[in-house]
């Protein structure tokens, strides 16, 4: 059995090392940080990060009656904000490393958790090993089966190259996509040059995501922007992601999370407009009709279901966000 995932507009990645600007990511309104163990924090630091990171686990399990950051599998109420979501990106499975990874991933798998972030992912066979070791913590801690999710970084050509596969590999997999950054792994494993208006990876971007949806992985996302400082960049980006099908973002500074947040969420407008279009198509089948004209353009049942659809998912005051961003 694996626990129902949720959208995740915004993945907040925060240094393993600095488990403190913790409440930052909260108070930005991030649907989710990531506590990063790997590339953000030097060797000689890993194993103290790792302990940080697991008391940063510990410590949101007591707080989440408090409304502070929490592993719940729900968003809030109507109105009311969701919990952050908490995931560790651990470093990578690989004997070389000494199972370092294997460490990390041991010692934060634990109540409070939401999921793990697999780095360095070139095929089935990591998300295999990574799926196993979470079942033992998983039984270790009195868990349900599938309660961690797992989301593997497609970092190199193989891993790309096999993104069904390893989407297929477990059925935990959640958040799957493609993430690309200038001067970042994936650019220097493709060899593409990267640029703003990001035209050489936008197919790359789009095959994962068909991989990610034809491999029936839940809310995939992508990522991310390297320029602090260029909020409009970021979101004609983040727009880019999300017209491609996208449900979310990771991203790198607090800055970012309410202009992604924004983009990943529809607006007021758009679900009025479901609920207008949705009344439109239903008047018409008790008419007797198929199909009608609908603000200008034809409209049947496949497109009320997805306005259906739409509202299902935002209809509950998500779209206001998390701290009345939308």
Known sequence: MTTHRVPLRSLLFVPGSRTDWLP????????????????AVPEDGKA????????????????????????????GAAGTPAPMRLLVRINALDRATGWQGADDLRAVARPGLYGIVLPKVSGPEDVTTADRLLAWCEREHGLPEGHFAL?????????????????????????????????????RAIGYRWSPEGEETRELRARALLDARAADRPHPVAGLWADVADLAGLRRFAEQNRALGYEGMAVIHPSHVPVVN??????????????????????????????VLFEGRMADEAMAATARHTLSRHGGGWVLGRHGWG
């Open 24 to 39: 930052k990511a909260e108070a930005a309104g991030a649907d989710a940080a990531i506590l990063d163990l790997e590339d």
């Open 262 to 291: 924004e983009v990943f969420a529809p607006d007021a407008e758009e679900l009025a407009r479901c609920g207008r279009l949705i009344a439109a198509v239903e008047r018409a089948q008790a008419e007797g009709a198929g199909a």
């Open 48 to 75: 103290a990060a790792r302990e940080a990171v697991a008391g940063a686990v510990d410590r949101s399990v007591a707080g989440a009656a408090d409304g502070a950051v929490s592993g719940a599998e729900d968003r």
């Open 151 to 187: 989301l593997p970084l497609l970092e190199t050509a193989r891993g790309l190259r096999e993104a069904y596969a390893i989407g297929r590999a477990a059925t935990r997999i959640a958040h799957l996509g493609a993430v690309t950054a200038p001067g970042g792994d994936v650019e």
